[in-house]
């Protein structure tokens, strides 16, 4: 054997991240037996790096941070397949948002657009209240450096009218924009939720 | 019958025909909508990958303000109708997680009214009589996969909706409509959603997928209930053509089009031509639009 592990020191080293990953996902990964159905089911597996089953066996093996480095925690599309299936009702995306939470902490980000498109959404809903999905995608563009990407589907869009040029802004009295505000301020409280 | 109607944003922009058609059909078959005034964004689907109190809050608001009017919530999108299933599962699970809720949208939230999705409302409060015999011209002759996509079924235990790997909603309605639904593996095989725009590639592999399904199935065309998957399988149809080297072909309709169309209505007063895979001459190939009955003389 070319490569040994020492399974109880790295248990114990992640320990406390691990803990916090189960407890914002209400998941417990000693649930999961690495039957693999997750897996077999799981349409964006062929972009993965480990299978969703094999994220859990990491977990169980205290090997968090290979789980924090993955691209799986990225490209699962939480379609919810795998926890519709499971067996021992594992909720896998709940898991894998969780782990991408950290992983952002922690400043591993081994997709960075997803990133990048996550929090232009979100910018845009944060700003407006609802998303301006063409400011939104040239946002996207710009931040991920591929200003023309699907510039070929912008004009039969505007043409016709699927695109709007101005974001509608709601008249919410800022509630939206507090709803932001509470979440954060929640968060650096070290609030869990 | 009366509903507070949550559109979301896609059906004020990339997905203006999902709104033009629900909304003719609903006032076809005397279903009262009351868009909620100053609705925001459900946070689909970027808010949960983010932070899970934010993925809960933003659809909570838009429940609490129906509440306020005692109407449970039509939503015609999937992506939409999953989050606010979840904000009010959570809700109603834990009083903590409510009250925090509350506490956030700053206004009173007792989650005692639900979403529904616009086709289970259609399906099942309207009823699959009552849309039959509205219909002046049948889908005769057009074979239709129908696609659930995920977040229409699944979870279950959140959806609450239909079979989560067989559903058959929408099939029952293309044949209450005259069409044949023809039956096919992907049904709730995932389209890859938003992650199109940041990973083209995989979402390209995934539409691919399921189009060569339909298209192997004998259909000619798809009928959808969500703006994501429309958007993947109608406007990323040429690129999944030009990257697999395949000719496909298929117009996708959201199930409100369909509806309407068998209703009577001019399919551009739907907004049924502003599709990327043009569908009008799959619906005159099959005479569909020529069909002697029309709206008009139905009174």
Redesign the interface.
């Known amino acids: 054997m070319k490569e040994r592990l020492e399974l109880a020191a790295t248990l114990n080293r992640d320990r406390e991240l691990l803990d916090r990953v189960q407890r914002?996902s209400g998941v417990s990964v000693k649930d999961c037996y690495q039957c693999g159905k997750c897996s077999a089911g799981c349409?964006?597996a062929?972009?993965m790096d480990y299978t969703p089953r094999q994220v859990i066996r990491l977990l169980q093996l205290g090997m968090v941070g290979e789980a924090l480095k993955s691209h799986t925690i990225w490209?699962c599309?939480?379609?919810?397949?795998c926890?519709?299936r499971c067996p021992k009702e594992v909720d896998l995306p709940?898991l894998m948002?969780?782990l991408?939470?950290e992983a952002k902490k922690a400043g591993f980000i081994a997709?960075k657009?997803?990133d990048?498109?996550?929090?232009a959404?979100?910018s845009?809903?944060e700003r407006y209240?609802?998303?301006h999905?063409?400011g939104m995608?040239i946002q996207?563009n710009l931040q991920?450096l591929q200003p023309f990407?699907?510039a070929l589907?912008a004009p039969?869009?505007l043409l016709?009218?699927?695109?709007?040029i101005l974001p509608?802004k709601?008249?919410?009295g800022g509630?939206?924009k507090?709803?932001?505000a509470?979440?954060r301020a929640?968060?650096q409280g070290g609030d869990e939720? | 019958m009366r509903y507070a109607y949550y559109p979301g944003c896609s059906l004020h922009a990339t997905a203006i025909e999902y709104n033009l058609s629900a909304k003719a059909v609903a006032k076809h078959l005397g279903l009262d909508l009351w868009e909620i005034p100053e609705w925001n964004c459900c946070g689909a689907s970027a808010a949960h990958n983010t932070d899970h109190l934010l993925a809960l809050a933003l659809p909570a608001r838009n429940l609490a303000l129906a509440e306020k009017e005692g109407l449970d919530v039509a939503v015609p999108c999937a992506a939409c109708f999953n989050r606010l299933r979840a904000a009010e599962a959570a809700a109603r699970e834990s009083e903590k997680m409510r009250v925090r809720l509350a506490e956030i949208i700053e206004m009173d939230y007792r989650a005692s009214n639900r979403a529904r999705a616009f086709l289970d409302i259609m399906v099942n409060e309207v009823g699959l009589q009552a849309i039959e015999t509205m219909v002046v011209k049948p889908l005769t002759g057009l074979k239709v996969a129908a696609y659930y996509g995920c977040l229409l079924v699944r979870p279950p235990k959140i959806t609450a909706f239909d079979d989560p790997e067989d559903p058959q909603t929408l099939d029952k309605l293309i044949t209450s409509l005259g069409g044949t639904a023809v039956p096919w593996a992907c049904k709730t095989e995932c389209c890859s959603a938003s992650l199109s725009l940041p990973r083209t590639d995989m979402g390209l592999k995934m539409v691919y997928e399921i189009l060569r399904h339909a298209k192997e199935a004998g259909a000619d065309c798809l009928v959808t209930a969500c703006p994501l998957c429309m958007s993947n399988l109608d406007m990323r149809q040429a690129g999944v053509e030009a990257r697999y080297n395949v000719k496909l072909g298929l117009p996708v309709f959201y199930f409100t089009e369909l509806m309407g169309i068998a209703f009577g209505y001019a399919p551009k007063d739907l907004g049924v031509p502003r599709h990327f895979v043009n569908p009008i001459p799959l619906l005159e190939a099959r005479e569909i639009l020529r069909h002697p009955a029309t709206r008009r003389e139905q009174g």
């Open positions: 914002a349409p964006a062929f972009a490209v599309a939480h379609c919810q397949t926890y519709t709940r948002e969780a991408r939470q997709e657009n997803i990048i498109f996550d929090r959404f979100l845009s809903v209240g609802r998303v999905e063409m995608m996207f991920s990407k699907d589907l039969p869009m016709n009218r699927k695109l709007n509608e709601i008249k919410d509630a939206v507090r709803i932001f509470k979440v929640g968060n939720h």
